[in-house]
């Protein structure tokens, strides 16, 4: 998301730096890259076919439908059938590929999950699947009742909701996720557009040595075993950082402080 230009629209201000990121993330043993074609729009997904086509047998480009870009840099909703198979085909396009990995149905809008069926919009999904056009589909910016009627239309193998230290609204959609093998992706992981700020946090990092934005990837992945994460950036140095903060040990007193930000403590 952040490769593209301010407010995810246009070009990058340094191309060969967005470039540079790619190539380094793979360089890194990334192997799961989160875009999309309303990324620029375009944009994003044109930069990783730049820098990584052909890709390693290992990568996975994950991508998302559902929504697209206005004049204003708006994300109006896009979920029509003829809408979907169009995000689809244009996902195809970009990313130079015959079939997408993974498909992300995004909902609700830019201030959260709305409830309502997704039944229709899935099930034109559900049907590009059966079409070879995608392998494996997944939710995003859900309730939990919707992943439930995903899940009753067609394999769901990931939801990708806000989640992070100080949004902690999708703890019971977590674990019951985490039991059926379902993988959870938590976008702005570290935050988003206002970085995390806490206390506790500042405390444990200084305590740790690191960087808060190390010690939330870290919590993360302590989080659950089903958790995948996405941090954005546009530069090489913060890559770096995001890849050794998420391999940061934490003691079970560094768990318990961080738990205290999202105001609920957890057994473990």
């Known amino acids: 998301m952040q490769l593209a230009g301010p407010g995810v629209m246009g070009p990058p201000a340094d191309r060969d730096a ?53 004049e204003r840099g708006g994300w109006p909703p896009a979920r029509e059938p003829d809408q979907l198979r169009r995000a689809v085909e244009e996902n195809l396009e970009t990313l130079g590929l015959d079939t997408l990995d993974l498909v ?15 039944a229709r919009a899935f099930e034109t999904l559900a049907e590009l699947r059966r079409q070879g056009l995608i392998r494996h589909l997944g939710v995003s910016n859900a309730t939990a009742e919707q992943v439930t009627e995903a ?14 230290l100080a949004h902690r609204h999708d703890d019971e959609l977590i674990d019951r996720l985490a039991a059926e093998n379902v993988a959870y992706i938590p976008f702005f992981p570290l935050g988003g557009f206002s970085p995390l700020q806490s206390e506790a946090l500042s405390a444990v990092a200084a305590r740790l040595d690191a ?40 003691s079970d007193e560094d768990l318990a402080d961080l738990d205290t930000i999202g105001g609920r403590a957890r057994r473990r």
């Open 18 to 70: 967005a470039l540079a990121v790619l190539r380094e993330a793979v360089g890194l043993g990334i192997t799961h890259i989160d875009t999309a074609a309303a990324y620029g729009p375009r944009v994003t997904n044109e930069l990783i076919r730049e820098a990584l086509h052909p890709y390693p047998g290992t990568l996975h480009v994950v991508t998302k439908v559902g929504a697209t870009r206005d």
């Open 211 to 250: 960087t808060p934005m190390a010690v939330a990837l870290a919590w993360l992945l302590r989080r659950s075993p089903n958790i995948l994460l996405i941090p954005g950036t546009s530069s090489v140095r913060h890559l770096r950082e995001n890849v050794a903060g998420a391999g940061l040990p934490l």
């Open 104 to 118: 992300h149905l995004r909902l609700g809008d830019a201030q959260g999950p709305r409830p309502g069926s997704l």
């Open 151 to 164: 899940q009753a239309i067609a394999p769901v193998v990931s939801v990708q909701n806000l989640y992070n």
